[in-house]
Each structure stands twice: as structure tokens, then as C-alpha cells.
């Protein structure tokens, strides 16, 4: 079985702040691959990054950076510097297993205020 | 390049009307297709899933359906509709189970 907690609901922040995501997963198999995904307010979910089990490497791209510690099974993502365009629910989800069909996490509310 | 189509965008059916919901994929061949319902709360409900043509799998027990009667054909139906099939339905597609998902802009079913 795997599973994805997002124990942050909503996260409120002023623009210019930095803001980071948790996530932290569960399952018992090696190979496995964790996925961030933006929904913005207009609803259709927006894909971020893709991490696999055997890659630790944490991952930059522009404001946004991705922590992936497999000691604390968790995979974290920051924005720096936020801003209002940020705004969105952000799942993280897990694919492991035979089938790799993907679990996702309840998602975090991130409410940047100008 | 790949797009997905989800039509209709919103749509407001009474309860016990039947519906369907289709969802095509362009640009790409034999992907995963995915039918995810997100209710209020937001979280994501994974209906249905598929790897081929034909194929179909459940993940959640209900008065729902779905067919894949073309390779990047995905429709999602009931015969009745409850009013707790209320929600928003995503469609998304995948070259893989472990590749990312590509989603469409979703239907908005309101159930009166």
C-alpha cells in the first residue's frame, strides 16, 4: 500500500515570503516515483517535477526547488520569493507498486497576498 | 505535441439523468488514460483508469462507468445519476503508470 500526507491544509503567505510544501509518503517498494502538481484557481492540475526512488538529488528550477530525503521519506517543495501568480492547491503524489498507478496527497492550499 | 480534450465544461444534470463525459488525447499513441473525480475538500479521487483499448480498471465501487472504445478515447457514464456524484471530474493521461500525468481542464458536474 502506498500513501501521500500533506498535513499543511492551507498555508497563507505575503508576496515576496519564502513558503515550503511538505510531503511526506509511504510505501514498502524500492523503486517508486514522486510528482508535485500545481491546480491554480481556472481547476486544471499542472504537472511540476518527477522524482525516482534511486535520485536524491534535490531539483532547482527557477523560484521553485524540490528537497527528496528518502531517511525522512519525504519530499518537500519550496518557492522563493512567492508571488500571487503562486497561488494554487499543490498534490503531491506517489506511483509504486506493479501497476505505478499513482496516489495523490489532499493538497495544500497556498494563499499569496500581495 | 499532445492535448487533451474534456468536454463539457460545466454542466448541471437532476438526479437520476444519465451522463456521459468524454475525454480525447491528441499527438500521442496507446497512453494511459485516467478519470479522477474532486469533490469539495479537494482531493483527488482516482474513478478509473486504463492501459489499452478495452481495458478498463475500478478503483472505487459505484454507479459510474467508463469504456475506451478508441485508443485516445476515454467517456465516463452512468445510467442514473446520485446527488453526490456532484463534483469535478479531470481526465488525464500518461505514457506509463510511472511517468507523469497530463490533465485536461475538467467538467464541472453539478447533480440537482
Known amino acids: 500500500a502506498q500513501k501521500v500526507t500533506q498535513a499543511q491544509t492551507e498555508i497563507s503567505v505575503v508576496e515576496k515570503e519564502d513558503v515550503t510544501l511538505d510531503c511526506v509518503y509511504e510505501?514498502?517498494?524500492?523503486?517508486?516515483?514522486l510528482f508535485w502538481y500545481k491546480q491554480p484557481p481556472s481547476g486544471e492540475l499542472v504537472f511540476l517535477i518527477r522524482r525516482n526512488s534511486f535520485d536524491e538529488q534535490n531539483e532547482i528550477s527557477g523560484r521553485y526547488s524540490w528537497n527528496f530525503q528518502k531517511s525522512t521519506s519525504s519530499f518537500n517543495f519550496t518557492i522563493t520569493a512567492s508571488q500571487v501568480v503562486d497561488s494554487a492547491v499543490y498534490f503531491c503524489a506517489l506511483a509504486s507498486g506493479g501497476s505505478y498507478i499513482p496516489t495523490f496527497g489532499r493538497g495544500t492550499s497556498l494563499i499569496v497576498h500581495p | 505535441s499532445q492535448t487533451i480534450h474534456q468536454w463539457p465544461a460545466t454542466l448541471v444534470q437532476p438526479v437520476g439523468s444519465p451522463l456521459s463525459l468524454e475525454c480525447t488525447v491528441e499527438g500521442t499513441s496507446n497512453p494511459n488514460l485516467y478519470w479522477y473525480r474532486q469533490a469539495a475538500g479537494r482531493g483527488l479521487q482516482l474513478l478509473f483508469y486504463s492501459v489499452g483499448i478495452g481495458q478498463i480498471s475500478s478503483e472505487v465501487p459505484q454507479n459510474l462507468s467508463a469504456s475506451r472504445p478508441q485508443d485516445r478515447q476515454f467517456i465516463l457514464s452512468s445510467k442514473k445519476l446520485l446527488l453526490s456524484d456532484s463534483g469535478f471530474y479531470l481526465c488525464?493521461?500518461?505514457?506509463?503508470?510511472?511517468?507523469?500525468?497530463?490533465f485536461g481542464p475538467g467538467t464541472r458536474l453539478t447533480v440537482t
Open positions: 510505501t514498502r517498494d524500492t523503486t517508486y516515483y
Open positions: 488525464a493521461w500518461s505514457v506509463a503508470g510511472f511517468d507523469e500525468q497530463y
